[in-house]
């Protein structure tokens, strides 16, 4: 955990440039803890809301939109290898039935449409996922 100051997206803050900071952000935001990463969006977006494009706000508004979900279901991600947002994002990509199972076994509906919503997950694609863990859940 970082103390005070020292935390590494604070010094990307530091950065004059709107572009270069957007960009150092970026390419740091896998090493950063969730909260470091909204910390560092939420100030750039406030500091150079005139000076970036609407192309470059879009960007950063989904990716803190993406960390907030991704940090909302990790306490629900009971995987040893689910450790951060990154994780969660990463398994999200290349396993994503895991995700939604881990979801369902924690009840976490609500969690989990939002997860399939930020996905994109079709109701046709929800064929994809292994329909015993639904039929666990008569109701839903």
Request: glycine share 2%.
């Amino acid at each position: 955990m970082y103390v005070g100051t020292c935390c590494p997206w604070w010094y990307c803050q530091q950065i004059v440039d709107p572009d270069v900071q957007v960009q150092c952000i970026l390419q740091n935001l896998p090493l950063w803890p969730g909260y470091g990463c909204q910390q560092a969006l939420n100030t750039v977006l406030e500091n150079h809301k005139k000076k970036l494009s609407e192309q470059i706000k879009s960007k950063l508004k989904l990716m803190l939109h993406k960390i907030s979900i991704y940090e909302k279901i990790l306490p629900f991600m009971n995987c040893a290898e689910l450790k951060t947002w990154y994780d969660v994002k990463c398994t999200s990509e290349k396993n994503p039935s895991l995700v939604v199972r881990l979801l369902l076994e924690a009840r976490e509906f609500q969690a989990c449409l939002t997860w399939l919503e930020l996905h994109n997950v079709s109701e046709r694609a929800l064929h994809l996922f292994d329909t015993k863990f639904f039929l666990l859940f008569p109701g839903i």
